[in-house]
Every structure is written in C-alpha cells, then in structure tokens.
C-alpha cells in the first residue's frame, strides 16, 4: 500500500549520515493552551525530524475528504475542548481537505472570510513576531477508524503535507505537536494516542502567525490545511530516511550509484542487474537523465521492516569554469516562474492540473522552472524527473514586507529567526533530496539581507554539496553559486554577459562575482498585453556564454473565480474583495490565463525560445537547421514545408534532414518536388513555411505537434501600378458628396457610406486603451503622460473640405484642450476609373504641429461598421495578436475569426487583439450581406472590436464590457511597442513610437470577391 507517492535521484557527491526519523522535540514539553506557539519564534515542536518522501509498501490511511469544521474569529473565541473526542461537533460545517477556507463558496459571496492579495505590503501592522488579535482560526475535526489490519508494531505518523499559517494538532485529545512553514510538510508521531477502532483528530489552523512574516510571497493570501493529510505506518527495521546519489560521468558514460538509509538494506535496479548494499557504492554504464531526455530507471529499497519504491535518474549538477553544468554540458534556462494556482481551489491542486501544466510548458518549449516562492506539491517534481524539466527549488521563504520599512526588524539578519531560516531550507531539501530534476537550491525570495540567508546556505552546501545554490536578493553573491538578478534591462544584462557590468566599491566582490554563471530569476513581466522585448533578451542569452537564461515571471494569472450577480463568470484579483489593503491586478501576471488558456505572450515566447532554427534560403533553394538543445538531437523531429500564394496551400511535403548533433547545424537542398513547385509562377505572394514537428508521440504531446518553424518570401506580390484617372466627386439628393461608391458627410467629410455599407468614419486616431505596461513602471507610468496630453480626448478641426477633379480632400486639425500640440491630418479620397468594382483610395498625410515630447500609443484610424460584420478573414501576420516587440510568432498566412475570437480576454480590459503586417482584411457577416475590404499597398495592422478604446479603457473586468451595434476597427501605420514596465525594462527604443510625418494608404471597397 503506497504511504505517498515520490522520485529519487541524484548527485555522485558524497552523503552526509541519514537523519533518524524521531521526534525532535518531546511531545510534553509544550502547552497548546496558551497559544504562544503561535508568536514564537520557534518553527514548532514536536515535529519528527524531515526526510524524504517515498513510495513505500507499508499501510497508509488517506485522510483527505470532509472535515467538520468552525471558523473562530480570533483567539478569544476559540471553542473550549474542541480537541476532545467526545466534543459535539453535529452541527459543525463540512470543509473539504485539502482546501483553503477563504475559497468556499467564493465563486457568489465566501462563507468563512474573503482571499486578500497583496505584493508587499503585509495585511497586519508590521510587530515581529507579534499578529493581531483579530486572527481567524480554523478548528478542523475528523473521525476515522484505524484499520483491523493496523500493524501492532512499528509507530503511527501523521503527516501534513501543507497547512497555511501555524497550527496545532491532537489525537483523541492528546496534543501531539505544532508546525509553521505552510508549504513544508510535517510530521508527528501519533503511535501513543492512536486506539483501535474509533480516532479522533483535531487541528487548529491559524490564519496568522510569526510565520506569516516568512511568507510574504506575492499571492493571495490563504489559509486553511489545504495540501493532503495521511496517517502512515512506520514499520520497526523501516527504511526512515532515503539519500540516492546518482552521478554521471560523461566521460566514461558511467553512472555512480550510492543510497544512505536509515536502516540496512539493499538496493536492486533490475534494468541495470545491480544488487547492492545501502551505503555501496557501484559504477555502471546507463543513459542520463537531463530534461530533454529525462531516463528514470526503476529501482527498490528494501530492508528488514519495509520496500520502497524509487525512480533514479543519473546526472551531476556543478559549476565549473564559471559556467552551470549538468552531466558536464552548460545548459540554457528556458524557464517560467510557476506559483500554485487553480482559479477555483487555489493552491490545491491535482495532480491532473499538475500534469496538465507541465504538457503546456514542455509544448511551448519551456524547460525549467522555478518553484516561485515555495517548494511546490511533491507530486509535482514527481512529474518533472518523468516528463524532464530543470527545476529551481525555491524554499517558502520571503521577507518582502519589511522593505517599504527600510529592512527595519527583518528576520533574515535576526539571529532569534535563524532555527525558523534552517528549519525552512533543511525540511525542502530533505522532503526533495532524491528528485533528478532538482538542478539548484534556491534559499528563498526578495528576503533582504542577512547572516540567516548565509546560514542556510552553509547548511545546505554541507547537506548536499552536489546542487548549487542560488538567491537573488543579495548581489554580493558571497555564499551562493550563481549570480542572479530581477529585470536587469537588455542594456545591464549584455553588460553583465560581457563581463563590464558596474563596479561595486569592493574589487574582490566584483572579481568573485565574475566567475559565476550569470541567471535572470525573473524577467519579461508578463502582465496583461505582453511581455515585449523577449527576442532580444533570448539573443542576449545565445550570444554571451555566461547568460545561461532565465524564468519569465510568470506562468499564470493568478485570479479568482467568481459570478456576476446575472451569472456571468469573470476572475476576481486584488481589491474585488473589499480588501483595505490591496495590490489590484499585479496578481495577474502569467503567460496563461486562470482556465489555463495560453495567451499570446506564451506563444510569442514559444517562438523565441524554440529550440531548434530553421532558416530558408530562397536564392540557394537550401534550409539550415540549428539545434540548440544541449543534449538531443533533432531524431525526434520530422520536417514539413508547405509552399502558399497569397495564404492558400499550392504545394507541400516532408523535408528530409539528417539528426543534428546538440550545437550543430544542418543544411539541406530543397527537394525536387519543392523545387518543382517554386519554380511554377505565383499567384500573388508566394511564401515557403518550413516546420519541425514531433516524429511519434512523447509523453507531453503527439506525434506532429509543431516545435519550431521558420517562414521566407520567395515572391513578392506584383507591382500595383499608380492608380489611373480619379473620378469627380457628385452630390446626392440628401445633399452627400458622392465619390465612387462613397458617400460623405459635405460638412465633414468624413465617410458615412460605402455601397450600401453604413460607416462611420475613418478619423485619425492616437489612443489606445492603455496596457498594463503602459500604466506602470519604474520611470512612471508612459499612459499618465499620454492622458496629461490628453490624446484620449482629441477634438478634431475641420478646416476645409475641397473637391475636385482627382477626389476629395479633408484637412483638419486634431488636438486636444489645454495644449497647442496638434496634428495635421489632410485625408485625399479618390475613386480610380481603373479600380475593380469602384473601390475607394484613401491617402491619410499627417504632420505634427507644436512640441511632442513624448512617444503615442498609436497613429492610424478607426472606423465602424454594422455589429452584424461579426466574421473577419484578413490576409496577413496571425493567427494571434502582435505589437512592435511581440511579433516573432507572427507568421504570414490567410486566417479567419469569429469577431470574439480576435478578443484577448486579459484579467484587466486593455488594449488588444492587433493583427500586423496585413495585407488585406474583411468583414462580413453571416448572411451574405455587404461587407467591407480594407486593404493597402504596404501591410498595415488592424483590430476590429464590438466596443470602443474607450469602452475597452473605462472597463475593469471583461464583463463590464457590453456588445453594442457597431464593429470598432483601427487600422494603424504604427504602433507603440509593449515593453515590460509593469515590473521590468520599458519599450526598447527602437519600438518607440514618435510623433513626425506620416502618408498612410488603404483602398476601401464594399463589393467584389474576396481576393483570391
């Protein structure tokens, strides 16, 4: 019977002596009573020592389901007795385990308080170790009965695997000990208060507690024993603790095989034919396991009393040469913050949705992962040695709450917190000790400064000198092994790649720190619209061997599920709760929504970071493929081109490409039947899309799913010659001008319609409904500026409307009140005799006029048409948005969307939904009706929206915006770029946008086919 599940593997470093599985504080020694546990210093008491978790063949009892349940107010009104088992608990409620209480029922009105999210900020007033009274607890209740078969020898362990603050536990009314550390597991010897038959077991869990100010880790903020509970059999002559030290020498392909327990024993891997003693050591030739080819050899450890079940995986972990290598090869991070979440449970997740985001990762070529800023469920590093990513350990530690108070009384350099500091990182690295896909430690986050930090890494450089250590909030990197930073810009990163970066006041410092490999722990903030900016960090990182990389912060939005009072479901975040204190939306920061949908920006960063090339050569019909994996070969891969006029499929096939060595390149000539079809004319422009696809079915995805591609222009589309002679304007008998097949407003000029296609406009446009980046950063918020200018309420000048014999002209001036800063926008309309279908030609000429200091959200037009235009097909970039620096996904094709579809339904309403380099786009509807054909002689962007910028900026969650009658669509020469200033470097300069003259294009038509 499996007590929990597990993994092992590890480093050839030598071990230290395997901890014996005792109590380490004698269960007698404290009092539950006066709840001084709770404000203590101490990390708990009568906890058994950590160990690693295991699959073993003892009994174990599940005691996960329906707890009864109180939730007190504060310690005043905590329930006298509630510990005992004869207590009457009948008209108690009924809480799941694993839960976290704030999350019941909170999809309509929470029944036991509300989630509260904050960044920094504690939620109490800042008095270590004290808490405020007012401090929810919840008393929790469940009765089992021990089974029959319950093994008389031997000792009783319960085991919590994760409870959020501090909490206290008894069985049958014994107190059997207290814990902090909400993301550790913990254990308590429960062998003399177990009886036959009826149990019952009772824990008190408070919200807070002198943990809390250990856990400030930029999430909501949940309580309530919400990872799984269990009562395991711990047999006499039982295994205890397991230590598997599983290296790989790359040079004799040999694995070096050595396994501490707290017992003797012997250890068979059948696969390998090894049979050998606990504490033996052996060499055998074996593959090793790395992320890309993550081999996991199954093994069993059985002593006297017990078996246990491990899966090993061979590979050593070491810095040398100032570089970070596994199995002797300097690896490349691809990584992702990944934070906990489920919209509805919170932190509790299954292992379903564990799976679930690691398949997401793998086929969005994300290989690492740092456990931001807790060390996650086991089960998920269970999965990562099976399915193979590099993980970060990060212990559940961080202090950020006391910066905004200059560090005053932070616990990292206060020696009475250093038992809580060394109790946090040993109970990881204890519990995750035996995982291949542990590469590093991490001592915590953005935790200050300090002689505990150094503490644990001592402790932990001596517990397991084969892992590097890593923290990123003291620079002077004196006690880790990597240096690590938080959005350094592209500027500092290439600096610090080049090993130039700013000097500290302390030469020794800055020589020892430029011998570490150099990683970013967090960068490209990925809130709301974006991240911008990811090619060029990827460039960086290929370029300078010592950037090996970093994690995106991060991989979801953390929000909250919850209903409209009408039913309509939207995700809550910081604030929607009537917290006092608050950091709004920043808690949705992640490249997927809370349903686990991709955004754009995990796909823009599946693109950048992919890792195999592929280039096209049209001029020497070739294609070069790069394999930039640091262990496999591209065997895996099989290639397909696919050659497309104007968007539609003329000819494909397979590409046969050799597998390339890791680091290597290949270059291949085109194959006849390709060469064939180029060779025949084009039909408009001709484009030839190469991709590399898996060849058969892997663990995290099936045979065929796209791992990179690459896209060249063999043909340009041919020349438009000038547009012929113009037709003269007319007049209607309800007074319109007349030109072609458009009619305008005589006062205005401005379009009113095309055909019989109802328009409104085009006018020039500036705004855009300001990002999440925008309205941040560290250089102050870019969309304050804009507002200041007041470019979200332009008024428009007519000046003149003149006709004659080429078309119409319209000149206006467009500014704002309160500035003299304008725009001239002189729009010439003509109507070509030699035009199909009598089609309309806009020419926009806009010249600034004053002082523009500051960069625009957009230049372009908008316009609107009938809702009932509610299809879009476009030929152009796609299928999904992009910006300025977000558009290495982009791929040229022909794409169609439903008008919902092209909406990106970010947490926070912001601009969205941009599709560029177009070359044409319509709307039609869904009967056949007229439509409206927008195209241009250079690509242009669109977004075509059922509400204004306006609307989309006034808005704070998706269901505030209401469909109205019209389509909205902006057609843009340019944009601003996205950058990453919501936390992180602004808009690059090469992706600013400023104001200075411009002559936009576009030919307006409501009738004739859909290009071919």
């Given at each position: 019977m499996e007590n929990v599940t597990c993994t092992a593997a590890l480093n050839g470093a030598p071990a230290t002596p395997a901890r014996r599985d005792t109590p380490s504080v004698p269960s007698d020694r404290f009092d539950h009573a006066s709840l001084d546990y709770v404000e203590s210093h101490d990390p708990g008491q009568g906890r058994l020592a950590p160990r690693a978790r295991s699959v073993s063949d003892a009994m174990a009892l599940d005691l996960d389901g329906d707890w009864r349940f109180r939730l007190a107010a504060s310690r005043h009104t905590l329930t006298p007795g509630f510990e005992a088992p004869d207590h009457d608990d009948a008209r108690w409620d009924l809480l799941a385990v694993p839960s976290s209480w704030q999350l019941r029922d909170v999809a309509d009105t929470p029944r036991y308080g509300s989630p509260a999210y904050t960044n920094v900020v504690f939620p109490f007033p800042v008095d270590p170790p004290r808490v405020p009274d007012a401090n929810p607890t919840g008393e929790y209740r469940r009765e089992f009965q021990l089974p029959a078969e319950w093994p008389e020898s031997g000792r009783g362990v319960l085991r919590f695997e994760g409870v959020d603050s501090a909490f206290a536990v008894f069985l049958n009314g014994v107190p059997l000990g207290n814990g902090k550390g909400s993301r550790?597991?913990?254990?308590?010897?429960?062998?003399?208060?177990?009886?036959?038959?009826?149990?019952?077991?009772?824990?008190?869990?408070?919200?807070?507690?002198?943990?809390?100010?250990?856990?400030?880790?930029?999430?909501?903020?949940?309580?309530?024993?919400?990872?799984?509970?269990?009562?395991?059999?711990?047999?006499?002559?039982?295994?205890?603790?397991?230590?598997?030290?599983?290296?790989?020498?790359?040079?004799?392909?040999?694995?070096?095989?050595?396994?501490?327990?707290?017992?003797?024993?012997?250890?068979?891997?059948?696969?390998?034919?090894?049979?050998?003693?606990?504490?033996?050591?052996?060499?055998?030739?074996?593959?090793?396991?790395?992320?890309?080819?993550?081999?996991?050899?199954?093994?069993?450890?059985?002593?006297?009393?017990?078996?246990?079940?491990?899966?090993?995986?061979?590979?050593?972990?070491?810095?040398?040469?100032?570089?970070?290598?596994?199995?002797?090869?300097?690896?490349?991070?691809?990584?992702?913050?990944?934070?906990?979440?489920?919209?509805?449970?919170?932190?509790?997740?299954?292992?379903?949705?564990?799976?679930?985001?690691?398949?997401?990762?793998?086929?969005?070529?994300?290989?690492?992962?740092?456990?931001?800023?807790?060390?996650?469920?086991?089960?998920?590093?269970?999965?990562?040695?099976?399915?193979?990513?590099?993980?970060?350990?990060?212990?559940?530690?961080?202090?950020?709450?006391?910066?905004?108070?200059?560090?005053?009384?932070?616990?990292?350099?206060?020696?009475?917190?250093?038992?809580?500091?060394?109790?946090?990182?040993?109970?990881?690295?204890?519990?995750?000790?035996?995982?291949?896909?542990?590469?590093?430690?991490?001592?915590?986050?953005?935790?200050?400064?300090?002689?505990?930090?150094?503490?644990?890494?001592?402790?932990?450089?001596?517990?397991?000198?084969g892992r590097p250590v890593h923290y990123e909030g003291d620079w002077d990197s004196g006690y880790v092994d990597v240096y690590s930073r938080m959005y350094a810009d592209h500027d500092e990163t290439d600096r610090i790649g080049r090993g130039t970066e700013e000097p500290t006041k302390d030469p020794a410092l800055d020589a020892h720190r430029r011998t570490l490999p150099f990683i970013l722990c967090e960068y490209a903030h990925a809130m709301g619209n974006g991240p911008g900016g990811l090619t060029e960090y990827q460039r960086l990182f290929e370029q300078h061997p010592r950037l090996q990389g970093g994690f995106v912060w991060e991989w979801i939005d953390h929000g909250v599920r919850r209903r409209t009072p009408d039913g309509r479901e939207f995700f809550a975040y910081g604030g929607d709760f009537g917290e006092v204190v608050h950091d709004g939306n920043f808690v949705a920061d992640g490249l997927v929504f809370p349903d686990r949908t991709p955004s754009p920006g995990l796909t823009e960063y599946k693109k950048v970071i992919e890792p195999v090339t592929v280039r096209i050569d049209p001029h020497a019909r070739r294609v070069s493929v790069r394999n930039g994996l640091d262990f496999a070969t591209t065997g895996h891969l099989s290639f397909h081109w696919l050659l497309e006029d104007e968007g539609v499929a003329r000819a494909e096939g397979?590409?046969?490409?050799?597998?390339?060595?890791?680091?290597?390149?290949?270059?291949?000539?085109?194959?006849?039947?390709?060469?064939?079809?180029?060779?025949?004319?084009?039909?408009?422009?001709?484009?030839?899309?190469?991709?590399?696809?898996?060849?058969?079915?892997?663990?995290?995805?099936?045979?065929?799913?796209?791992?990179?591609?690459?896209?060249?222009?063999?043909?340009?589309?041919?020349?438009?010659?000038?547009?012929?002679?113009?037709?003269?304007?007319?007049?209607?008998?309800?007074?319109?001008?007349?030109?072609?097949?458009?009619?305008?407003?005589?006062?205005?000029?401005?379009?009113?319609?095309?055909?019989?296609?109802?328009?409104?406009?085009?006018?020039?446009?500036?705004?855009?409904?300001?990002?999440?980046?925008?309205?941040?950063?560290?250089?102050?918020?870019?969309?304050?500026?804009?507002?200041?200018?007041?470019?979200?309420?332009?008024?428009?000048?007519?000046?003149?409307?003149?006709?004659?014999?080429?078309?119409?002209?319209?000149?206006?001036?467009?500014?704002?009140?309160?500035?003299?800063?304008?725009?001239?926008?002189?729009?010439?309309?003509?109507?070509?005799?030699?035009?199909?279908?009598?089609?309309?030609?806009?020419?926009?000429?806009?010249?600034?006029?004053?002082?523009?200091?500051?960069?625009?959200?957009?230049?372009?037009?908008?316009?609107?048409?009938?809702?009932?235009?509610?299809?879009?097909?476009?030929?152009?970039?796609?299928?999904?948005?992009?910006?300025?620096?977000?558009?290495?996904?982009?791929?040229?094709?022909?794409?169609?969307?439903?008008?919902?579809?092209?909406?990106?339904?970010?947490?926070?309403?912001?601009?969205?939904?941009?599709?560029?380099?177009?070359?044409?786009?319509?709307?039609?509807?869904?009967?056949?009706?007229?439509?409206?054909?927008?195209?241009?002689?250079?690509?242009?962007?669109f977004a075509a929206r059922p509400w204004s910028s306006e609307e989309l900026d006034a808005a704070r969650h998706p269901t505030d915006l209401v469909r109205g009658d019209l389509v909205r669509l902006t057609l843009d020469a340019a944009q601003q770029g996205i950058g990453s200033a919501s936390c992180g470097p602004g808009v690059l300069p090469e992706y600013r946008l400023f104001a200075g003259p411009v002559t936009f294009t576009l030919d307006w038509a409501s009738e004739g086919p859909l290009p071919a």
């Open positions: 550790l597991p913990t254990e308590f010897d429960a062998t003399d208060a177990l009886r036959p038959g009826r149990n019952v077991l009772a824990v008190r869990v408070h919200q807070w507690s002198a943990g809390s100010y250990l856990e400030d880790q930029d999430m909501w903020w949940l309580s309530g024993i919400f990872r799984s509970v269990a009562l395991l059999h711990r047999p006499l002559d039982g295994v205890g603790d397991v230590f598997v030290h599983a290296g790989y020498d790359r040079g004799s392909g040999e694995g070096v095989l050595r396994v501490e327990a707290g017992a003797p024993g012997r250890i068979t891997v059948a696969e390998l034919g090894l049979d050998l003693a606990v504490g033996e050591e052996v060499r055998v030739p074996v593959e090793p396991w790395t992320a890309e080819t993550p081999r996991l050899y199954d093994a069993e450890l059985a002593t006297a009393g017990e078996r246990v079940r491990l899966r090993i995986g061979f590979r050593t972990v070491a810095v040398e040469d100032g570089l970070l290598r596994v199995n002797g090869v300097p690896v490349l991070l691809r990584g992702v913050n990944r934070h906990e979440w489920d919209p509805d449970t919170g932190r509790t997740l299954t292992p379903e949705t564990m799976r679930h985001d690691i398949e997401l990762m793998k086929r969005h070529n994300i290989n690492a992962v740092r456990t931001s800023h807790y060390p996650p469920d086991a089960r998920f590093l269970d999965l990562c040695d099976e399915l193979g990513l590099w993980v970060v350990d990060e212990c559940d530690l961080e202090t950020h709450g006391f910066e905004p108070n200059n560090w005053r009384d932070n616990p990292s350099a206060d020696p009475r917190w250093r038992d809580a500091y060394l109790d946090r990182m040993s109970r990881m690295v204890e519990r995750d000790k035996n995982h291949p896909s542990v590469i590093m430690w991490s001592l915590g986050n953005e935790s200050g400064t300090g002689g505990n930090l150094r503490a644990m890494a001592d402790w932990t450089h001596e517990r397991d000198p397979e590409l046969t490409v050799p597998a390339v060595a890791p680091g290597g390149t290949a270059v291949v000539a085109w194959p006849g039947a390709l060469t064939e079809a180029a060779a025949a004319g084009a039909a408009g422009e001709r484009r030839l899309t190469v991709s590399a696809r898996l060849a058969k079915d892997e663990a995290w995805a099936p045979a065929g799913h796209e791992v990179a591609w690459g896209q060249a222009l063999l043909a340009a589309a041919p020349a438009v010659p000038p547009p012929g002679r113009g037709r003269r304007p007319g007049t209607t008998a309800e007074g319109l001008l007349t030109l072609g097949e458009g009619a305008f407003d005589p006062y205005t000029g401005t379009l009113v319609r095309i055909g019989a296609l109802a328009v409104e406009g085009p006018r020039l446009d500036l705004w855009r409904a300001p990002t999440d980046n925008d309205l941040r950063g560290w250089g102050g918020s870019v969309a304050e500026r804009w507002r200041a200018a007041g470019l979200d309420r332009l008024e428009h000048r007519v000046l003149s409307v003149d006709t004659g014999e080429e078309g119409l002209t319209v000149t206006t001036r467009v500014a704002a009140a309160g500035t003299d800063a304008a725009m001239s926008a002189v729009y010439h309309w003509s109507a070509p005799e030699d035009r199909p279908g009598g089609g309309l030609r806009l020419t926009l000429e806009v010249e600034p006029v004053g002082v523009w200091d500051l960069p625009l959200p957009r230049l372009g037009l908008r316009a609107a048409v009938p809702g009932a235009l509610d299809t879009v097909s476009w030929f152009g970039g796609g299928p999904y948005e992009a910006y300025p620096d977000t558009r290495s996904a982009l791929r040229i094709g022909r794409f169609t969307a439903g008008l919902d579809q092209l909406q990106t339904p970010y947490l926070f309403p912001q601009e969205n939904g941009s599709r560029a380099d177009v070359r044409w786009v319509r709307l039609t509807d869904r009967t056949g009706g007229p439509g409206l054909l927008v195209g241009g002689p250079a690509p242009f962007a």
